[in-house]
């Protein structure tokens, strides 16, 4: 069984690095969760436990982390678990953290849009983010929380006016948009999932979700009818999933998957693997807004290059200047919070 899981989540790796994985030789690495206890962060948890370039895994919530940590600390893998609860122990669990993965806040319900939930979770990240400049100023820091268009730009202004702001370690977690592209792609073109890439770039909510069906490889002969309802699935996949669960949340198991390949790309990046590249939402300038999703390429201090967004369709160009109005504002919603 612990093999079996083991292998799966190694599939996660790309095959340059999957030699990497040699335990004996990776460095020790501190990953923290925060929301450990919520319905992200429970899989997400789980996944990082998996993960065997892990050597600490911190869970912190504002409640209920002795059962998930102890729960999660009985499995027979690398890392040492310990779980924290409360203003009290946050400090505990960030200090010493390289990687900080920040699933904390509420849901969508039906009906909601992500800029609904920016009332309350606004509040969580700009407190968490304030926290995470005090103990661990260096980390690298994995925005999940929505509305994510807005909530990386307010972990920057938290981080600028503290004075460590590092613009390399602070990504927006847009990997669930490429994982949705893969497979709605992979169904539509009848090829290999497992051997499909679709970049996505823009931001992470509606029609700021802008997928490049136009790079997807393995190369497919799509109509145009196939890539407008593939385009349109890909940015409402979070409303499929909010809808099905019925005022029970959102996406929770798809997503702890993305954010455990983004987190595991991240530490392949601190751990000097070359050529390590996924989509994810920075400062950027490969356009005139100021945060972008793109692919990056990932190093030893993160950021190590915001890559360009390559040839556009004109479907595409026309999808990437009807979004820019709407991440302009949610970028200076964010900013404007924390001013
Ligand atoms: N980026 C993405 O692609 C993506 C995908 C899915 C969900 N999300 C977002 O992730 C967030 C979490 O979703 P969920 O389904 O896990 O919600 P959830 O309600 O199940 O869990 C959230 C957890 O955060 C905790 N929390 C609240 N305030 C906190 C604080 N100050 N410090 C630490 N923990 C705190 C709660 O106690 C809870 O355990 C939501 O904002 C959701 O919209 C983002
Ligand atoms: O849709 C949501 O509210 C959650 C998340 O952003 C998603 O894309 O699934």
New binding site residues.
Partial sequence: MRSSLLRSVKTLARPTTARAYSVDSVPSRKVTV????????QPLSLLMKLNPLVSQLAL?????TPGVAADVSHINSRSEVAGYMGDDQ?GQALEGSDVVII??????KPGMT?DD?FNI?AG?VK??CTAIAKYCPHAIVN????P?NSTVPIAAEVFKKAGIYNEKKLF??????VVRAKTFYAGKANVNVAEVNVPVVGG?AGVTILPLFSQATPKANLSQDDIHALTKRTQDG?TEVVEAKAGK????LS?AY??AIFADACLKGLNGVPDVVECSYVQSTITELPFFASKVRLGKNGVEEVLGLGPLSDYEKEGLEKLKPELKSSIEKGIEFVK
């Fill in positions: 925060l929301g450990a206890a919520g319905g992200i962060g912190y919530d504002i409640g209920g946050l699933p904390a806040g509420v849901p969508r992500r939930l979770n969580i407190s968490l925005m999940i929380s929505n994510v927006g977690v847009t990997t669930l948009d992470h979070g949340g959102s996406a929770t997503m993305a954010g």
